[in-house]
């Protein structure tokens, strides 16, 4: 006898069975369990991918932040209230995510800047330095000594945005591109009376971590010790930090728990994170659920039939079929549907995936266009599962019988 008329003689004598409505919602059920669970896995890999992409989307925030002490009402007018002290800083070096801290010092002299020619602009100016290692675009003359006359400063690239869209539109003058602004002369008055220097400043670059004007260090401490006025404190009023996972709540709760205060924008992928972990929990939950559901319903599927067939499987027995080989016949008959439900859930994903780097694209970001190997591990742990369940449980209903 051939294995093919084997086969049908068995199909006719084991698969005799009604109620095939239970089988398909079983594996309905089966096929959106497994789909929201690699969903879900897509969803927290993705997100991931755009927190920490290599150097493919920087602009989601940078793990640099500028943090200062919340200026409230009851704080308003206190001296020193929002001042970090010693034991401050050496407590946001052991916070959560905190790699490095580093002080914003600021100038506690005068500075009065004063450009000529075509933009006839004075005011007041104030300067701040930070450790060159928390410098984002660091340009490569980038050094003061005592005795120069000649001041090189970076300028918050938001500066730059206000004057060319706001204020210049406003005065009726020329807008300014980046290169412009560094071939413009810039003359700065520092300190009062017969004591005040006068220094040639020249913009050598444009930050978009730091939203002020900086200067180098040796400069700020020359002109602090020389022309600061008396009383000044010289505790930093602002912080500047690197920080491995801004978006990690934990970190953002001890900002908030400490009353610091920061750029929100910064934070915005704290709540992101905090949403996106909130909704893989509840699809993952929902999907194991289904899964369990779907797997109870088509085991019992299995078992009924074999029940159904209890007379048929007697006698095979008796014409010498074994139990293992009566177990394959049946596993064969079953695992492919567990095989293809799998394959129908991670077509759907790999369409999703496709889809979501293709909007995110439209932003300015970047995602793979297949999912990644988290989603692929899921999907094989998932079904050697449930494929282990299935045969055992019909090598346990035919050794019942």
């Known amino acids: ?48 991918e755009l927190l920490y992409g290599k150097g493919q989307n920087d602009t989601l925030g940078s793990t640099f932040l500028v943090i200062g002490k919340r ?21 946001l070096r052991l916070a959560p995510q905190v790699q490095e801290v580093g002080v914003i010092t600021s100038n506690h002299f005068p500075v009065y800047a004063m450009m000529g020619g075509k933009l006839p602009l004075s005011t007041d100016l104030p300067l701040e330095c930070v450790p060159d290692n928390f410098i984002d675009k660091m340009p490569p003359d980038w050094k003061w000594q005592p005795g120069s006359r ?8 938001q500066f730059l945005d206000i004057y060319n869209y706001v204020f210049a539109p406003s005065q009726g003058l020329p807008q300014l591109s980046q290169s412009s602004v560094k071939s413009i002369a810039l003359n700065l008055k520092v300190g009062e009376g017969d004591k005040a220097e ?9 930050s978009d971590r730091i939203g002020s004007v900086l200067a180098p260090q040796s400069f700020i401490d020359y002109g602090n010790k020389t022309h600061g ?51 893989v929990t509840a699809t993952g939950i929902l999907a194991l659920l289904l899964m369990g559901i779907g797997t109870l319903v088509f085991v019992l599927f299995i078992e009924l039939t074999i029940a159904r067939a209890q007379q048929s499987l ?35 994903t790999i369409v999703g995936q496709y889809v979501a780097s293709g909007a995110v694209q439209a932003q300015g970001l970047v995602l793979p266009t297949l999912p990644g190997w988290p989603v692929w591990a899921a999907l094989v742990v998932s079904t050697a599962i449930l494929g282990a369940l299935v045969s055992g449980s019909i090598s346990g209903a035919i050794k019942k019988q």
């Open 1 to 48: 006898m051939s294995d093919k008329t084997q086969d049908n003689i068995l199909r006719k004598l084991l698969l005799r069975t009604q109620h095939r409505s239970r089988l398909w919602a079983a594996l309905a059920a089966l096929c959106v369990g497994t789909t929201l669970l690699l969903l879900s896995v897509m969803i927290w890999w993705n997100f991931r």
């Open 71 to 91: 200026v409230t009402e009851q704080n308003m007018g206190v001296p020193g209230a929002t001042i970090f002290s010693p034991g401050d800083v050496d407590s």
């Open 150 to 157: 000649d001041l090189p400063i970076i300028v918050s690239s």
């Open 198 to 206: 006068t220094f040639s400043a020249h913009v050598v670059g444009f």
């Open 229 to 279: 006025k008396p009383g000044a404190t010289e505790a930093p009023s602002q912080l500047i930090i690197k920080a491995k996972d801004p978006s990690d709540t934990k970190f953002g709760d001890y900002l908030q728990r400490h009353d610091y205060a920061t750029n929100t924008e910064n934070l915005r992928w704290s709540k992101m994170r905090a949403i996106v972990e909130v909704v």
């Open 314 to 348: 007697t006698l095979l027995l008796q014409l010498g079929y074994g139990p293992r080989y009566l177990s394959k016949f049946m596993s064969r008959r079953f695992l492919p549907m567990v095989l293809g439900t799998a394959i129908v859930s991670m077509i759907i």
